[in-house]
């Protein structure tokens, strides 16, 4: 059987990635071809995305792909949700592109839990969350009214680098359900969230699903015989896509890169007013079927810890040496709510630490050891209980929780969910989101068959690393074997603080 190659382009808030898949025997190999670092950036008090940049470093990686793999037969975009670009009819951006952690967001967040928030969770099935594309669009047409006027369509960001390479201006699914104006069901943009807030209809399009082609490259002559797949363009839904879950179900995933994503997959949304107070997010996987998921703070904890103290692990081996560190530190007494929003986009993230602990009767942990030790005990924490109020809500019972992404190698953190939520945890690799993408692009050109047979023969490769829970938090951990896996990679995985 012949190989067949795709391009994923995998963009993560604090890095991005063109990774090419073999597929061939029903095996997937994965060679990352580009790798670069992503950061947004202030200009006055506002901050933003590098569009150029980004796009410039898409370029460079599909060129090079195209070089390594003269075959490429086609080419899928994913990213973080919610973040969008307002164009013109002619595809020119007419407002510059915001980072969903600025807090332009926090006046129309208020307004919103104060009135109206039921009744747009019931449309949408997404809470309040300050960095929805609803709150967004709210800031900047009540700030530019003109805007109403000069933009056209707003594209996600996968849709918007879906239009620079295909020339086609759709908005998908997945990464549409990030923004809080998706309706439930097959109901396309809710007109109850657009009017609320006074977002006019004509910019978006009735959203297509994964899996649709969009045509041969455009812009990019070197690549012009290859296709543009619209894959899941929000990188948590092609993540979910990656792991080999047990068709009968009973798995809880978790997408750990800046944020931790845990959820399950659904027929149904999970709605009504514990789900809202338990901001349960009722996102949507490439195929219109529901991901209920919380969203807690992640990784984007340890990067900035590790940022204050002016250490970038520069491969795995000093990464390893970092979590031995952390794992002889002592454990602290108290530990972090994840969830507070003084880890959101702190000046500095150890003194937001040191803040928190102090107003909670906690001491500062001594050395950056103390630190990665205590962000991945909270996380684990945080995991759990997330697990635990799933269960309460859904009336289901989670056997095991699957993990993948850049937290998928940090065998603290992964240690401190199994001990927190008492189940184990099963490593799936850490290209989630690629691995995903690429099985969109394989499906639509009709080489794998379906999601479900993608899974399965994911599944039945290589054994995999399962954390088991321990008795007593004190003991060493303790790492055996699952049938659940990712084929081989001919890549060296990247420092397991870079993630999404
Ligand atoms: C992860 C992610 C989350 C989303 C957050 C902000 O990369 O896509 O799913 O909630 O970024 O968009």
């Given at each position: 059987m012949k190989s067949i190659h795709c391009a994923a382009v995998d963009l993560g808030a604090t890095s991005g990635r063109i990774i090419v898949g073999t597929w061939r025997q029903d095996q997937l190999r994965l060679d990352e071809v580009h790798r670069f670092p992503n950061q947004f950036r202030p200009l006055g008090s506002h901050h933003y995305w590098e569009i150029t940049a980004l796009w410039a470093e898409i370029c460079t990686g599909l060129q090079e792909a195209k070089r390594r793999f003269p075959a490429l037969a086609a080419v899928g975009v994913d990213s973080w949700g919610v973040d969008h670009v307002l164009v013109d009819a002619a595809g020119r951006p007419v407002f510059p592109v915001h980072a969903y952690r600025d807090d332009r967001t926090q006046p129309g967040m208020k307004r919103l839990a104060a009135h109206g928030l039921?009744?747009?969770?019931?449309?949408?099935?997404?809470?309040?969350?300050?960095?929805?594309?609803?709150?967004?669009?709210?800031?900047?047409?009540?700030?530019?009214?003109?805007?109403?006027?000069?933009?056209?369509?707003?594209?996600?960001?996968?849709?918007?680098?879906?239009?620079?390479?295909?020339?086609?201006?759709?908005?998908?699914?997945?990464?549409?359900?990030?923004?809080?104006?998706?309706?439930?069901?097959?109901?396309?943009?809710?007109?109850?969230?657009?009017?609320?807030f006074g977002i006019p209809a004509s910019w978006f399009s009735p959203p297509i699903k994964a899996g649709t082609r969009l045509g041969r490259v455009q812009n990019l002559p070197a690549l012009r015989d290859v296709q543009v797949v619209a894959v899941p363009g929000h990188d948590t839904a092609c993540a979910y896509d990656a792991m080999p879950a047990a068709p009968a179900g009973g798995d809880l995933f978790i997408s750990s890169g800046t944020w931790s994503l845990v959820g399950f997959e659904s027929e149904t949304p999970v709605l009504g007013p514990a789900a809202l107070a338990a901001r349960i997010s009722n996102e949507r996987l490439g195929d219109g079927r529901y991901r209920p998921l919380t969203n807690i703070a992640g990784l984007w904890l340890l990067e900035q810890v590790l940022k204050d103290f002016g250490v970038q692990p520069a491969n795995d081996r000093t990464w390893t040496a970092l979590i031995k560190g952390a794992e002889r530190a002592p454990r602290s007494a108290v530990l972090l709510d994840v969830a507070d929003p003084a880890f959101v986009n702190?000046?500095?993230?150890?003194?937001?630490?040191?803040?928190?602990?102090?107003?909670?009767?906690?001491?500062?942990?001594?050395?950056?050891?103390?630190?990665?030790?205590?962000?991945?005990?909270?996380?684990?924490?945080?995991?759990?209980?997330?697990?635990?109020?799933?269960?309460?809500?859904?009336?289901?019972?989670?056997?095991?929780?699957?993990?993948?992404?850049?937290?998928?190698?940090?065998?603290?953190?992964?240690?401190?969910?199994?001990?927190?939520?008492?189940?184990?945890?099963?490593?799936?690799?850490?290209?989630?989101?690629?691995?995903?993408?690429?099985?969109?692009?394989?499906?639509?050109?009709?080489?794998?068959?379906?999601?479900?047979?993608?899974?399965?023969?994911?599944?039945?490769?290589?054994?995999?690393?399962?954390?088991?829970?321990?008795?007593?938090?004190?003991?060493?951990?303790?790492?055996?074997?699952?049938?659940?896996?990712?084929?081989?990679?001919?890549?060296?995985?990247?420092?397991?603080?870079?993630?999404?």
């Open positions: 039921a009744r747009i969770y019931a449309a949408t099935g997404i809470p309040n969350i300050f960095y929805n594309t609803s709150l967004q669009l709210e800031e900047t047409i009540s700030r530019f009214p003109a805007i109403r006027q000069m933009a056209k369509r707003c594209l996600f960001l996968p849709d918007y680098f879906n239009y620079l390479l295909s020339g086609r201006m759709e908005n998908e699914l997945s990464i549409a359900s990030t923004s809080q104006l998706l309706g439930l069901g097959a109901a396309g943009f809710s007109p109850v969230a657009l009017r609320r702190p000046r500095s993230m150890r003194a937001a630490i040191d803040a928190y602990l102090r107003r909670h009767h906690g001491r500062p942990p001594a050395g950056l050891g103390g630190y990665l030790r205590l962000v991945c005990d909270s996380l684990g924490h945080g995991h759990a209980a997330a697990l635990r109020r799933f269960e309460r809500l859904s009336g289901l019972a989670f056997k095991r929780i699957l993990i993948t992404g850049g937290g998928a190698k940090n065998r603290l953190l992964c240690q401190a969910t199994a001990d927190a939520a008492g189940r184990p945890v099963v490593v799936c690799g850490q290209e989630g989101a690629a691995t995903g993408n690429l099985a969109s692009q394989l499906i639509a050109l009709g080489k794998v068959k379906d999601l479900s047979t993608f899974r399965g023969l994911l599944g039945r490769r290589q054994p995999s690393i399962v954390y088991h829970p321990r008795p007593s938090s004190l003991s060493s951990h303790n790492a055996g074997t699952a049938p659940c896996s990712f084929s081989s990679s001919a890549r060296t995985m990247p420092a397991a603080t870079e993630s999404r």
